[in-house]
């Protein structure tokens, strides 16, 4: 066990380390980027997790960033059907060796890449440890991104936990409705109760609001809470109108910052994206730091 350990940790050691496969290089200098991988999770399911991973990707693509969207959601892949693509290959087909992470990575018509969750295994801490090691070597190729986006599904099943857990920032989506508040704090709960090492950021994000007085009122209801009950700090990174441009963007397949660059909800992911800018993000974190904490390696 101990030597397994010691393996995988010398494996993201090197691979942390190590330069980007070619199609995912940086340009300049070849460098190690730092790679900013954020998270987007909520409590409850159809909250807008997706919409908001795939445009406020497309945000960062706009300042002239290389994104990654993953999709974590290893049991219904749903960013591709957002996108309007059908991928053929995924996580799985990596992690069962049938595929290179370069080979299942797709480009998009909006400058983004998508990498399509595995909807194939279960549980990450279950991967043989053959396995466990070609998933790390091939994830550690995403290392030559600025920002991975990482849409989970809602809830927390061991997999979406070990993503956060993994990222460096989680941005907990919520809507007004009392419903998903309940269960947005249900899942702050639960990442306060597994982190030991809070290093991990959490942020709040109030979607389909009807006013910005709605939304500071839901967040502050949210932070509050988890001030008081848990101890934990949580920041309100801003709110996005309940918009007709996004679900009739879902209907057409195209990202609503592309189809309706000028509306509401648009406007509010921009915003989101200069505000997280703004924010420096903790030295020492990046894709050698994710895959470690993926893994559970201390
Ligand atoms: N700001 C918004 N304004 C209007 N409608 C919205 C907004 N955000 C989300 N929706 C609607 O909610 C639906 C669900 O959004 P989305 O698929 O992004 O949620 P999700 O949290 O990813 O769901 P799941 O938990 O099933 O993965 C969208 O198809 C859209 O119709
Ligand atoms: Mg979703």
Do not use: W
Not at 284 to 293: E, R
Request: charged share 20%; with cysteine; hydrophobic share 45%.
């Amino acid at each position: 066990m101990a030597d397994q350990a010691e393996q995988l940790r010398e494996l993201v050691r090197s691979r942390g380390q190590a330069k980007p496969a070619a199609s995912l290089q940086t340009p300049a200098t070849g460098e190690q980027k730092k790679t900013r991988i954020i998270a987007i999770s909520s409590g409850k399911g159809g909250v807008g997790k997706t919409n908001i991973s795939i445009n406020l990707a497309l945000a960062y693509a706009q300042l002239g960033k290389k994104v990654i969207v993953m999709d974590a959601d290893l049991g219904l892949a749903n960013v591709n059907v957002i996108l309007g693509i059908i991928p053929k290959y995924n996580l799985y087909h990596v992690i069962r060796k049938q595929k290179r992470m370069s080979e299942i990575i797709l480009d998009t018509n909006y400058g983004i890449q998508i990498v399509a969750g595995a909807s194939g295994f279960s549980k990450i801490a279950n991967l043989s440890d053959e396995e466990r090691n070609t998933f790390v070597e091939e994830l550690s190729q995403l290392g030559g991104a600025d920002v991975i986006v990482i849409d989970t599904s809602a809830g927390v099943s061991n997999n979406v936990l070990s993503f956060i857990k993994a990222a460096d920032e989680a941005l907990i989506v919520t809507t007004p409705e009392p419903t998903a508040i309940t269960d947005a704090y249900g899942i702050i709960k639960i990442i306060a109760t597994e982190i030991e090492n809070m290093n991990l950021s959490l942020k709040l994000v109030v979607n389909r609001v009807k006013s910005v007085t709605e939304g500071r009122k839901v967040a502050e209801r949210v932070i509050n809470i988890a001030g008081q009950f848990l101890n934990l700090k949580i920041d309100y990174l801003g709110y996005i109108y309940d918009d007709p441009a996004v679900s009739n963007a879902v209907l057409r397949q195209r990202p609503f910052l592309v189809s309706e660059p000028g509306s509401k909800a648009a406007i509010c992911v921009r915003h989101i994206v200069s505000r997280l800018e703004k924010v420096e993000y903790r030295e020492g974190a990046g894709i050698g730091h994710f895959l470690k904490k993926l893994m559970g390696i201390p």
